[in-house]
């Protein structure tokens, strides 16, 4: 679910092409990455970086070095590598290409705020209202995953806008994102805090918060127990194992409950905006698919 999520957005730009005094034309790296060989290909293009003997060929061979390590999912170098892209000409062909594996990479790197505001910068300076429509659909999903939902509402009304000529079509498209955006089914998120909290003051709350009601319970009988068995010890003079067996064993448990409620409410909320973002993928596909049958 999360691949299709994800990888839905890899082929949007396959319509844009590059300019001539952009590409560096056929190339070794290039072969390599046609053939899938990525990692021979990032070397390559490494070492055609290194040997340039003019700067307006390195921010294509870092775009396509960067290309190499989001197809192996290293998706934390891609950024760095696009990080190192500059353009001094709003109008480069492959301006808005990299912009979108940027802002593509930051959200697979689990930075969709950092994707957004890549997005954001794009359309500052580049005033670009035809490649902005390739670029909503991952700003939409990228809305859902900082739960922005009436700006990602917007932004898919908008993009229907743009797509659909036919008032018709919109219309029932519209009505669809109504629906997925209705408060019936938003994501019920869980605060990594607040569930932590719940359970600093009373153990096991905190799980029961994040959804994970049996271990919640198991979780404050274990405390409990360990409470009563540190009581009892103490009242008849074993002081040591009082300590040991009650107390020592009872800070860790009620410490390690603190954290696995936080991290238990962080993968529910996770799980939640997986779910509803495949669902609006869904969404965008069909958007799509409508599209080209009408043209």
Request: glycine fraction near 4%.
């Amino acid at each position: 679910m999360q691949y299709t999520i994800k990888y839905f957005f890899s082929c949007i730009f396959l319509c844009v092409t590059i300019s001539n005094s952009t590409a560096v034309g056929f190339s070794k790296a290039d072969s390599l990455f046609t053939n899938g060989n990525y990692f021979e290909a990032s070397i390559e293009y490494e070492r055609q970086i290194f040997e340039a003997r003019t700067l307006s060929t390195i921010p294509y061979l870092r775009y396509k070095k960067a290309l190499c390590y989001k197809h192996v999912r290293d998706f934390e170098r891609a950024v760095s590598e696009l990080e190192q892209v500059y353009f001094t000409n709003a109008n480069d062909t492959l301006y808005p290409l990299t912009v979108y594996e940027h802002a593509l990479c930051l959200y697979l790197d689990d930075q969709p705020q950092k994707a957004l505001w890549k997005i954001d910068e794009y359309m500052h300076f580049a005033h670009d209202s035809i490649h902005y429509a390739y670029l909503l659909p991952l700003k939409i999903i990228s809305l859902n995953a900082t739960m922005q939902w009436e700006k990602a509402k917007s932004e898919f009304n908008t993009l229907i806008n743009i797509i659909n000529k036919e008032k018709t079509e919109c219309s029932v498209a519209e009505q669809k994102i109504e629906e997925l955006y209705s408060k019936k089914n938003l994501p019920r998120i869980k605060e990594r805090k607040k569930a932590e909290n719940w359970s600093r003051f009373i153990p096991g709350s905190g799980q029961m918060y994040a959804g994970a009601a049996g271990e919640g319970a198991l979780n404050f009988l274990i405390q409990a127990s360990l409470l009563t068995l540190s009581a009892h010890q103490f009242l008849n003079g074993f002081y040591f194992t009082g300590y040991l067996a009650g107390l020592g064993f009872l800070n860790k448990v009620y410490q390690g409950g603190i954290v696995r409620a936080g991290n238990l409410a962080h993968t529910n909320t996770q799980k939640q905006l997986s779910q509803f973002n495949y669902e609006a993928t869904l969404l965008l596909m069909d958007i799509q698919r409508e599209q080209i049958h009408a043209e």
